[in-house]
């Protein structure tokens, strides 16, 4: 099973709420996904963060659970809240489940990972240098 952790976030407080996460979040996921071939990806935001909750559910991340305690905001703990997403293609999709039944939110975050995916596949670029192993990806927010 090939997974990644990922993680994206804005701290320019003049551009939240714009859709930048949304691009960012499909990009990465177009990516590990369509290019580096993962079956899943698992990710979180701050659990006060609906926001980063909203603009990771429109990419088809499905909260599983909840890391208590596990960062300092302003010199307080908070809580992470932790998501995944399916690579919704038949083969990851099948090797992911196995013989599991699929819960009802996964079904639905299929659909929105899929519209996720076929929007980056149209407004992303990538270019890798094989020389560094750096990538480069540029998206174009609509």
Request: net charge positive; with cysteine; charged share 20%.
């Amino acid at each position: 099973m090939r997974t990644a952790t990922t993680w994206a976030g804005i701290f320019d407080a003049r551009v939240r709420g714009h859709g930048v996460a949304t691009v960012c979040h499909r990009a990465r996921t177009w990516y590990l996904f369509a290019v580096l071939g993962l079956d899943a990806l698992r990710s979180g935001h701050h659990h006060l963060n609906v926001a980063s909750g909203r603009a990771l559910a429109r990419v088809g991340y499905v909260a599983t659970g909840l890391q208590r305690n596990d960062n300092l905001v302003h010199g307080r703990f908070a809580h992470e809240m932790l998501v995944e997403c399916v690579n919704p293609a038949d083969a990851p999709w099948a090797r992911w489940w196995g013989s599991d039944p699929v819960p009802a939110e996964f079904v639905a975050a299929r659909e929105r990972t899929r519209a996720a995916l076929d929007w980056a596949a149209a407004h992303v670029s990538c270019r890798d240098d094989l020389a560094t192993g750096a990538s480069a990806i540029k998206g174009r927010p609509q």
